[in-house]
């Protein structure tokens, strides 16, 4: 037995549920009882209900303050887009154009994800550092990414954009 936030509509809700095996040997959850919408449920009332309830079930003591969640991160167009990169070959052709022992930062990792920003949600880079902080980004840390560093990588993808150009077209072009 254990509380839980679910969502729905927008709103986040506090639930007791417990969890059991069915017939099949399916883990299923049974909810117990609705302790309200979270919004609504007054912080001063909501820790000893929730204090009250570890004690009957000999948890640890927690308070409401615990129970805040951070938001989820959407991840799966940016796999897609992870994957299609490495399958159509971008990453080879850029890295091999963009190969430099002066620079400090990944150029195509920032081109890459820059890439993938404008084919899901179109922003300017400014826009893009705010959308990072919604999605989970496969191969770059986040936080290693910064505005001086997305212009840095545009300069050079400029500086190099004919060998890019053509490494891309060998990479794409069907054999002969």
Known sequence: MCTRIS??????YLQMVAGYRDLQEKVKIKLLANLGRLDRLPTEKLDPLIKGLNRAVEC???TAHELLHAPSRTYGTVFVLHELWQDIGFDHALKQTLR????SIDVEARVRAMVRNRLCNPSSKLGYLRWLETIAMP???????THQH?????????????AV????ARQIRPPC
């Open 7 to 12: 969502s729905s509509g927008g709103r986040h």
């Open 60 to 62: 640890l003591e927690n």
């Open 100 to 103: 430099s022992n002066r620079r």
């Open 139 to 145: 191969a770059i840390p986040p936080q290693t990414i």
């Open 150 to 162: 997305l212009l840095r990588a545009m300069d050079t993808l400029m500086d190099n954009s004919g």
């Open 165 to 168: 150009e053509k490494a891309i």
